[in-house]
């Protein structure tokens, strides 16, 4: 990443911000980025403008099936909020700094937590496909860092301290909600993969020995991104099979979305809550 590539990714992440702020009805406090197969989650927001990812201007635009690609921004629950329907992957080809322009978005528009939610595969033997995990911390296994080039001073830091990168005290009120809730939320280490190749069963013995307990192609750009501009950050995983050589089958992208879809009203029920006592979390 050259200066003079860093220097476009800092205008584009602004000239996106000024489109997305001339046309929404309500300034974000919350952002809300969806995974795999739990993209339609926005359809009863109020004040809401929704618009494609490739229509504005500077955002990286997504291809993989299961992420339509949507910014939707308005309330929920009274609060507002900017949901990301689907996001841009490091497999895709572009940088770090490049695919997290969004977080960075978000921030401009004035968000002070993001909610990062991601389907996964578990290494974790007491995991089974259809949990979900509150992220409490992360390996990032991707190769890259998206802070690497010129520093965007405005955000944050050159050396942004990473210690708490899972806000603990987010993560104590949503471990509460899904207790009330009744519902059941592991919580573990996410491991990150660049993909697009699922894992080996070697590298999933490696990632275990490592202390991870789950894998995923995703969230780690995003979660460094947020945090480094003092963003508070909740990831929550959706584990929707066992890593590789776990089981003796296959994975498969279809196995991913069919259980995605299987958790929906439970993913979405916990989300709902969190965003409903969000305001709570800044106080
Ligand atoms: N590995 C990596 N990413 C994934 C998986 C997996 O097993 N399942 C869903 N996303």
Do not use: W
Request: include cysteine; proline fraction near 6%; charged fraction near 20%.
């Amino acid at each position: 990443m050259t200066m003079e590539e860093m220097d476009r990714i800092d205008e584009r992440i602004h000239g996106a911000a000024k489109y997305l702020e001339e046309r929404m009805q309500v300034k974000p406090q919350l952002g809300l980025v969806l995974g795999s197969g739990l993209g339609d989650f926005c359809e009863n927001f109020t004040e809401s403008v929704s618009i494609a990812f490739k229509d504005i201007p500077g955002f990286p635009v997504p291809s993989v099936e299961g992420h339509s690609g949507t910014v939707v921004i308005g309330k929920h629950y009274g609060v507002p909020v900017m949901a990301m329907r689907g996001r841009v992957h490091y497999y895709e080809g572009g940088s770090q700094a490049e695919i997290t322009i969004p977080i960075r978005v978000m921030k401009l528009l004035g968000v002070k937590t993001v909610i990062l939610t991601n389907a996964c595969g578990g290494i974790n033997l007491d995991y089974k496909p259809g949990d979900l995990m509150l992220i409490k911390d992360h390996i990032n296994y991707s190769g890259m860092n998206p802070l690497m080039g010129k520093n965007l001073d405005e955000f944050g830091p050159r050396f942004p301290d990473m210690s708490d990168i899972y806000t603990r005290a987010c993560r104590a009120k949503v471990k509460e909600i899904a207790q009330r809730l009744n519902i059941p939320l592991q919580e573990g280490v996410y491991a990150m993969y660049s993909g697009p190749s699922f894992e080996t069963p070697a590298e999933i013995r490696m990632f275990r020995i490592l202390g991870a307990d789950a894998v995923g192609m995703s969230t780690v750009p995003e979660a460094i991104v947020a945090r480094h501009a003092g963003m508070q950050v909740i990831g929550i995983s959706c584990i929707t099979n066992m890593a590789a050589g776990i089981l003796d089958q296959p994975l498969s992208h279809a196995e991913v979305m069919e259980t995605a879809a299987k958790v929906k009203d439970k993913f979405t029920g916990l989300v709902d809550e969190i965003i409903r006592e969000s305001p709570s979390f800044t106080e």
